[in-house]
Nanobody, 125 residues
Framework: VQLQASGGGLVQPGGSLKLSCTASGISSSNYAVGWYRQAPGKEREFVALTTRGGITNYPYSAKGRFTITSDNAKSTVYLQMNSLKPEDTAVYYC????????????????????WGRGTQVTVSS
């Protein structure tokens, strides 16, 4: 099982980026997928998740700005990030865990079995 996160880069405050997480070796339709980020000197924090049933969940910091979507045919989960702020600067990781329960919505890093390598997002003028 491999997860590949991509789409990071340098963007000005107020700008947008769309990250992709492509899975190989699994059928993403049977997995819950989450996005996390980690800034230097900080713990990895939850950004968004989509359950096997397509239910989404976000922390307060991301609500209204970030949107997670999935394309099961491509085994890819996306994270659209709008109105980016300098404090959004971090390495962004995607993670997956097989989900028997359609509504399983894992928010803790320890609940995920598979992690991608991460993609750097820098928000700066």
């Amino acid at each position: 099982v491999q997860l590949q996160a991509s789409g990071g880069g340098l963007v000005q405050p107020g700008g947008s980026l769309k990250l992709s997480c492509t899975a190989s070796g699994i059928s993403s339709s049977n997995y819950a997928v989450g996005w996390y980020r980690q800034a230097p000197g900080k713990e990895r924090e939850f950004v968004a998740l989509t359950t096997r049933g397509g239910i989404t969940n976000y922390p307060y910091s991301a609500k209204g700005r970030f949107t997670i979507t999935s394309d099961n045919a491509k085994s890819t989960v996306y994270l659209q990030m709008n109105s980016l702020k300098p404090e959004d600067t971090a390495v962004y990781y995607c993670a997956a865990v097989q989900s028997v329960v359609i509504g399983y919505a894992p928010r803790e890093t320890g609940e995920y079995d598979y992690w991608g390598r991460g993609t750097q997002v820098t928000v700066s003028s």
